[in-house]
């Protein structure tokens, strides 16, 4: 079987290593998975003639919307989120689903991360905000703010938010004062050249820090405050979501918990 990753950019993403652990793992043989950089102007192109050669794929930025048109089906999250990042064949139909919801459910879960009741400042508006946003609403979040640097993204996630029935969402202003957590849904630490700036928010030292970015145990967002305890990358979302993935792909569900821990390590050995 073969599967495979497209985006852009993709060359930071580890997913090609993660799937070959995870086979090894599971006892799955003769798969494989490639990452493939696709320009803006060639996504349907892909879809016309190389998507044939792949038994499903997964979806990263900036495609997770715009792949939508290309589906026989989708499942309710992704239909919710407009915002698929797996993509299978089953019954001569293309279906479309979200397993990034997944992953951070279960990275929530995985850390202890209490959400009921608290408040969040959450960093970017994209479809990673998108899909965090609608978890910590179904987790009975008490109150959320968005800081983005396009003023009308934030204000297309708080009207996301009210469709969903919550309104305690708000903007980022400098009067807020400290959260209790705190999460960095941008690709603002993946490269060199980017500065913190932007994570210049009221920190406690009992704010929970999260971010997405999973290539660096210590990303541009954690490093900048360390003051705080509790500071999670997003290894433990891409693992699961990728799980999810080859479950969906081979109608299959799997049990990792007992190894979770190792595959982090070995995961974390990896250079990118």
């Known amino acids: 079987m073969k599967f495979?990753?497209?985006?852009?950019?993709?060359?930071?993403?580890?997913?090609?290593?993660?799937h070959e652990i995870l086979y090894e793992r599971l006892n799955i043989l003769n798969c494989s998975f490639e990452k493939i950089h696709l320009e803006n102007?060639?996504?349907?192109?892909?879809?016309?003639?190389?998507?044939?050669?792949?038994?499903?794929?997964?979806?990263?930025?900036?495609?997770?919307?715009?792949?939508?048109?290309?589906?026989?089906?989708?499942?309710?999250?992704?239909?919710?989120?407009?915002?698929?990042?797996?993509?299978?064949?089953?019954n001569n139909m293309i279906c479309g689903f979200n397993t990034d919801k997944y992953g951070f459910d279960m990275l929530l879960n995985e850390n202890g991360i209490v959400i009921e009741g608290n408040s969040c400042v959450v960093l970017g508006a994209g479809s990673s905000a998108?899909?965090?946003?609608?978890?910590l609403i179904d987790k009975g979040i008490g109150r959320i703010i968005i800081k983005n640097r396009s003023i009308d993204n934030a204000y297309n996630l708080q009207n996301f938010a009210h469709t969903l029935g919550f309104n305690n969402i708000e903007l980022f202003n400098s009067n807020h004062a400290s959260y209790d957590i705190a999460i960095n849904t941008t690709p603002i630490g993946m490269y060199k050249e980017d500065s913190d700036n932007f994570f210049d928010i009221p920190i406690h030292?009992?704010?929970?820090?999260i971010d997405?970015?999973?290539?660096?145990?210590?990303?541009?967002?954690?490093?900048?405050?360390d003051k705080c305890s509790k500071k999670i990358n997003g290894l433990d979302m891409f693992i699961f979501q990728a799980l999810k993935s080859i479950e969906i792909w081979r109608e299959t569900n799997y049990n990792l918990d007992s190894q979770i821990e190792s595959l982090r390590k070995q995961l974390e050995n990896i250079k990118c």
Do not use: M, W
Not at 59 to 82: G, H, M, Q, Y
């Open 4 to 18: 495979a990753v497209i985006g852009n950019p993709i060359d930071k993403s580890l997913s090609p290593q993660l």
């Open 41 to 90: 102007d060639q996504l349907d192109d892909f879809f016309n003639n190389d998507f044939g050669l792949f038994n499903g794929i997964n979806v990263t930025i900036p495609f997770k919307s715009r792949v939508v048109k290309f589906l026989d089906a989708i499942d309710n999250e992704a239909k919710i989120l407009n915002n698929v990042n797996c993509i299978s064949k089953s």
């Open 130 to 135: 998108k899909t965090v946003v609608k978890c």
């Open 205 to 209: 030292d009992h704010t929970v820090l």
């Open 212 to 225: 997405l970015i999973y290539t660096s145990k210590e990303t541009l967002f954690l490093k900048k405050f």
